[in-house]
């Protein structure tokens, strides 16, 4: 399958799939009060505010939001972090002498703060402030002494090791590269950048995709290196100014692009789509094609209990009941289909695993049910939401994101997945973009059948990166059936009336969507 071929497993990212784990605070030593402190956990590495550690510290601070830095002024000292970084620079105020020490772990920048990984930054906060912290894992609570002895970290890196270091005038050169795959749905185009570009668009006109890149310098050999690759036909590199431009000549069968900056890097993407559905063949057997299997997919299940609620519901007993409920009103009513399970009981079923099954019995259509919950309970947040694979462009559906992905720690062997990053999400996107139409056309479906026929209000279809997804090679969805951390939405979700009644509108979904499907492959085949 494609997805074996590449070996790609997704959630995410953007860069921020995060999940916040527990509330965690600052105890200073002298103050009366705990000061709250922002937070997530990502790849089991816990990220805490630096805007909050200066507040909780009474230091001061300067976010440079064009440069994602943000700078801590302790009385001594200024501490500045940078975004996807790994280097923590500390000024001696008194002297203005510089030391640069490498984290083993890059900052992370989110709504305009950054965020650091707490167990590699702990001793460096501790030299530039003057202060012992201790952390209390299970209390969720870090101790700053008034003052106190501090280690004086030594394993500083050379000083133009600086993000910004000094280069000769023949290294101003920005684009430097520019490589091109072909994919089963598309073309991936990689544009090598040396420093971070200003402006970046991407536009498609008369035949040719036109990359035009700010206030930049081009190798002079770019053009003569480039090799053609897939729907691209040649490269002209035109300049405008202080600006360029890239102009790659197409063949015929472009459908849409993409295109986004690689947060590991100073690199552009552009994806650039074929065909969004190939047609049948007319070799091809017809009976391939018939909608003949669902696979249901009870989220979470056996030592992974998923989210609970405010009254220690288990949302894996949740997901199972609805599923259960659905697979049997599919059975009775829609004979022609078959139901497949990725689990009947309260087993834990691997996620790549859940995307096998669906695969080797060659699903129609993949639906994973699962609900929703919030650090804080009991919340006034409630609603049920469908969610496509694309990748998240809220806060709220990365941590959900997050949050259904960090099952792989119960997994045997959780480095099967490859890390979430722009690059694997579109590259997954565009294997999977064959069957967004149809995952699209189902969301809106059930969607509008939620609205009339149960009563946990709908906040409509959403997307996030969901590993679970990205294994089925068909078209896909994944419910939050609701809130858990709502008392509203977690009786109703308990009840038996009230997974009868979802399960009723997931299955008068199916059977609309079903129609649909059948009536457009008849109109592919002629």
């Given at each position: 399958m494609i997805l074996k071929k590449y070996v790609i497993f997704v959630f995410l990212l953007s860069l921020n799939l995060l999940n916040a784990q527990q509330k965690i605070t600052i105890m200073v030593e002298g103050e009366n009060k705990a000061f709250p402190?922002?937070?997530?956990?990502?790849?089991?590495?816990?990220?805490?505010?630096?805007?909050?550690?200066?507040?909780?510290?009474?230091?001061?601070?300067?976010?440079?939001?064009e440069n994602e830095k943000l700078e801590i002024k302790f009385t001594?000292?200024?501490?500045?972090?940078t975004a996807n970084n790994h280097f923590v620079i500390i000024t001696d105020r008194r002297d203005d002498s510089k030391k640069v020490y490498q984290l083993p772990q890059s900052a992370k920048i989110v709504n305009d703060d950054i965020f650091l990984p707490i167990p590699y930054s702990i001793e460096y906060l501790e030299y530039a402030s003057g202060r012992k912290i201790k952390y209390n894992e299970s209390a969720g609570e870090f101790l700053v002494s008034k003052s106190g002895a501090v280690y004086k970290p030594t394993d500083t890196v050379e000083q133009e090791k600086e993000e910004e270091p000094v280069v000769t005038k023949n290294e101003l050169v920005d684009i430097t590269g520019v490589k091109v795959e072909e994919k089963s749905n598309g073309t991936l185009l990689r544009i090598i950048c040396k420093n971070k570009v200003e402006k970046f668009t991407a536009k498609y006109s008369n035949d040719a995709l036109i990359v035009e890149i700010g206030k930049s310098t081009v190798d002079p050999k770019l053009e003569s290196e480039f090799e053609a690759v897939g729907i691209i036909r040649s490269l002209d590199v035109k300049k405008n100014g202080a600006n360029n431009e890239l102009v790659f000549e197409m063949h015929k069968g472009y459908t849409a692009h993409d295109s986004f900056r690689d947060p590991e890097s100073h690199d552009l993407f552009v994806a650039i789509h074929n065909k969004k559905l190939t047609k049948i063949k007319k070799t091809e057997s017809k009976d391939k094609w018939n909608f003949d299997v669902v696979v249901l997919d009870a989220g979470h299940g056996g030592k992974d209990a998923g989210a609970i609620g405010t009254n220690g519901v288990k949302e894996k007993d949740i997901n199972l009941g609805i599923v259960l409920k659905?697979?049997?009103?599919?059975?009775?009513?829609?004979?022609?289909?078959?139901?497949?399970?990725?689990?009947?009981k309260d087993n834990f079923v691997e996620l790549y695993k859940r995307g096998k099954i669906a695969n080797e019995n060659n699903g129609k259509l993949f639906i994973s049910v699962h609900c929703n919950s919030t650090p804080k309970k009991p919340t006034d947040a409630r609603g049920f939401e469908v969610y496509l694979l694309r990748?998240?462009?809220?806060?709220?559906?990365?941590?959900?994101?997050?949050?259904?992905?960090?099952?792989i720690k119960y997994e045997d062997n959780p480095n099967r997945y490859q890390k979430l990053t722009d690059e694997n999400f579109i590259l997954v996107s565009m294997a999977q973009s064959s069957y967004m139409r149809y995952s699209e056309r189902f969301s809106?479906?059930?969607?509008?059948?939620?609205?009339?026929?149960?009563?946990?209000?709908?906040?409509?279809?959403?997307?996030?990166?969901?590993?679970?997804?990205?294994?089925?090679?068909?078209?896909?969805?994944?419910?939050e059936a609701g809130f858990l951390s709502n008392n509203k939405d977690e009786a109703f979700l308990k009840s038996e009336s009230g997974q009868n009644e979802i399960a009723?509108?997931?299955?008068?979904?199916?059977?609309?969507?079903?129609?649909y499907y059948e009536q457009s492959m008849v109109e592919e085949t002629n």
């Open positions: 402190v922002s937070s997530f956990e990502s790849n089991n590495l816990l990220y805490i505010s630096a805007k909050n550690i200066a507040i909780a510290f009474n230091a001061n601070y300067y976010f440079n939001k001594n000292f200024n501490a500045k972090f659905l697979g049997k009103l599919l059975e009775q009513n829609l004979t022609s289909v078959k139901v497949v399970y990725t689990r009947k990748p998240g462009r809220t806060q709220e559906a990365i941590n959900i994101a997050e949050f259904e992905n960090s099952v809106d479906i059930l969607n509008t059948n939620w609205r009339k026929e149960v009563s946990i209000p709908s906040r409509g279809i959403k997307q996030a990166g969901f590993y679970v997804l990205v294994g089925a090679s068909m078209p896909n969805v994944l419910i009723k509108a997931i299955f008068n979904s199916i059977k609309n969507y079903k129609e």
